[in-house]
């Protein structure tokens, strides 16, 4: 069983900088690939970012490319999502997302979810 409990959203001006973390309850958290998504209210929920569980492979979304950092530190079971050069469409529900698979995390399946974490990015 693996439980994934997000926070450090919050508000922010645009141009500013928050971190994200994800605690993952896993006994070996280096087994699950991580990633972040995001829902904005009426639109569907969107990849941002996944990382392989040992860290060495990321990807990212166009829209944050350059602005967001997704890492994580396995040795303190987190993930990690630093965001700068917030924009007001920055603005949703932020979910960490776990799987052993990149590709499925990626695509949106995986098989543990956060409960969310806001970020709202006032212009």
């Known amino acids: 069983q693996v439980q994934l409990v997000e926070s450090g959203g919050g508000l922010v001006q645009a141009g500013g900088s928050l971190r994200l973390s994800c605690a993952v309850s896993a006994r070996t958290p280096g087994s699950y690939a991580m990633g972040w998504f995001r829902q904005a209210p009426g639109k569907e929920r969107e990849f941002v970012a996944a990382i392989s569980g040992g860290g060495i492979i990321t990807t990212y979304a166009d829209s944050v490319k350059g602005r967001f950092t997704i890492s994580r530190a396995n040795a303190k079971n987190t993930a990690y999502l630093q965001m700068n050069s917030l924009k007001p469409e920055d603005t949703a529900v932020y979910y960490c997302?776990?799987?052993?698979?990149?590709?499925?995390?990626?695509?949106?399946?995986?098989?543990?979810w956060g409960q969310g974490t806001q970020v709202t990015v006032s212009s």
């Open positions: 997302a776990a799987d052993p698979s990149v590709r499925t995390v990626v695509g949106g399946t995986g098989d543990y």
